[in-house]
């Protein structure tokens, strides 16, 4: 069999073998975007070509031939779509979406059509094989062809204008030149549909297409352990694959000689990056050991630094308070104000010490809960209790909306969960200005496992949120974007600590807000103990 027959055949399976890697790359998570999916349909297309092309050279009569013709036909038609959209996606162009969507209805009514004489009938027979004769939409057909084509290569070039990331222009030159070459090389595979005699030359632009992705795949850093495995396995599944296909076809010295070279040179750069892969899971685990001992040290500072912080204002807060309630003889009117802001930054860094008590005892696992029976309501009036100056100070309101009938006692660490519904509470009345804090409390029924629970729900008219910032508001040091904006001295962990405690005692908390300026709702769900 001549070797321009096997040609095909080969950049088949090369083809078919990237678009496979990358479809599993996309499959296993490692990297979902849609110019990924989209290029492995363009090489799945490619090789349906390039499949076809082979079964053509080897059809035995016309009817084969006809076949054969009209099912590479679906890869010509949906790969200058596909090609489009690739660039698109790559680029992330988003005008002219309707531009993309007429190509996708154009290539549908192809689809439909070329499998009727309407497209494709009949043969001419040349000296070095067949080919079918175009009827009128295939000329229709030619102009959508070359038009998304040109689309591609105008999004190209856009790209390399205004792209600057390094990485991605050598990806634009290799892969989109390979792929470029590809789109061009197959147009002059039509004039043997008019009756030109000219060798279809253009299946070689698969094996173009071949050798730059594979040279972009080896010298500029594509290439990953994954990636050489799977080369690696499509080269011997080839080599197996070839004599099944073309039982008749024996593979000379020369073909021996090209796999073993392949296999050598994929099975060296696999060993390679395994010998890396250790090297750096080596390297790796050193500088965790180092990192977990620098963040033992720095719980230890984190420890230490604010159990010596708490003593000193702890008795600053109570002269303070001994002051403003008259101990220390009447207090002039002109020095209890700013008394009582001294009081309040005093509070402040006391909560703060306190954050970052608990965060060092989370971090090192050092938490422990002593659990006791205790009234949620208890709880809630300790901290309007503890709150209600800042409250004051602010003109706000704090509603507590007591159940009808007193609630279940919980078991839980009165100090952990109190703290809970402090901060969640002082972060209300951080950010709202005006208004003021609803607090509500009820008992209900877990939906799916029907337990019975209690709910707190926190509800402000403040700022409120939008939901990007309400998917990281429970990392420690995460603030929203109205809280860096409005409310500069806070540290980010409040809600953080709230969370760890609540989820110890087997509950749960999240935070809902209908928008910015609509004021937002925290939850604590805390289960009901027997």
């Known amino acids: 069999m001549p070797i321009s027959h096997l040609l095909p055949l080969f950049s088949a399976i090369w083809v078919f073998g990237l678009g496979l890697f990358v479809l599993t790359q996309v499959i296993l998570g490692r990297n979902r975007s849609l110019a990924h999916v989209l290029f492995s349909f363009f090489c799945f297309g490619t090789t349906f070509w390039l499949l076809g092309t082979f079964m053509m050279f080897r059809s035995t009569n016309d009817e084969a031939a006809i076949f054969w013709d009209r099912f590479l036909y679906v890869a010509a038609i949906l790969n200058p779509i596909l090609l489009y959209h690739f660039g698109r996606a790559f680029l992330d162009v988003k005008e002219k979406k309707w531009v993309l969507w007429l190509g996708y209805a154009l290539a549908l009514f192809f689809l439909i059509i070329s499998r009727t004489d309407y497209f494709v009938s009949d043969l001419y027979k040349y000296s070095w094989g067949v080919h079918t004769k175009a009827r009128l939409f295939h000329h229709v057909f030619l102009v959508y062809f070359i038009c998304y084509v040109n689309l591609f290569l105008i999004t190209v070039i856009n790209g390399l204008k205004t792209t600057v990331d390094k990485l991605k222009r050598t990806q634009l030159k290799y892969i989109f030149a390979a792929l ?28 173009i297409f071949a050798i730059i992705t594979a040279y972009a795949i080896t010298q500029h850093g ?81 420890s230490i630094a604010s159990h010596q912080l708490r003593t000193p204002l702890t008795a600053i807060k109570g002269y303070i308070s001994m002051i403003l309630e008259g101990g220390y003889g009447r207090l002039a009117s002109k020095t209890e104000q700013p008394l009582k802001k001294i009081y309040q930054a005093n509070e402040r860094l006391i909560k703060l010490v306190n954050d970052l008590l608990n965060l060092s005892r989370i971090e090192s696992g050092r938490i422990e809960l002593l659990k006791e029976k205790i009234s949620i309501e208890v709880l809630i009036n300790n901290a309007i209790d503890i709150l209600k100056l800042g409250v004051e100070n602010k003109k706000l309101y704090l509603k507590f909306k007591k159940p009808e009938k007193p609630l279940p006692e919980l078991i839980v660490d009165k100090e952990k969960i109190g703290q809970a519904i402090i901060n969640i509470v002082d972060n209300a009345i951080r950010y709202t200005e005006s208004g003021g804090i609803t607090i509500k409390v009820s008992e209900e029924k877990e939906k799916e496992t029907n337990d019975k629970i209690i709910i707190i729900e926190v509800k402000d008219t403040g700022l409120g949120m939008e939901k990007k910032d309400i998917k990281d508001l429970f990392e420690s040091f995460s603030r929203g974007q109205a809280g860096t904006k409005h409310w500069t001295e806070g540290a980010g962990l409040g809600l953080y600590i709230a969370k760890k405690f609540v989820e110890m005692h087997g509950g749960r908390i999240w935070a809902e807000s209908p928008g910015p300026d609509k004021g937002s709702t925290f939850s604590i769900e805390l289960p009901i103990n027997s």
């Open 180 to 207: 470029m070459i590809m789109a061009i090389v197959g147009v002059p595979a039509f004039l043997p549909a008019y009756g030109i005699d000219i060798f279809p030359f253009s299946y070689l632009s698969g094996a």
């Open 222 to 302: 594509f290439l990953s352990q994954v990636m050489a495995t799977d080369i690696l396995v499509v080269l011997i599944l080839g080599y197996l694959f070839i004599p099944i296909m073309v039982p008749e076809f024996q593979i000379g010295i020369f073909g021996k000689l090209s796999f073993l070279i392949l296999i050598t040179f994929f099975g060296f750069l696999l060993t390679k990056s395994v010998r890396q892969e250790i090297f750096y899971s080596e390297e790796m685990k050193k500088a965790y050991d180092s990192l977990k001992k620098l963040d033992k040290a720095k719980s230890e500072f984190v």
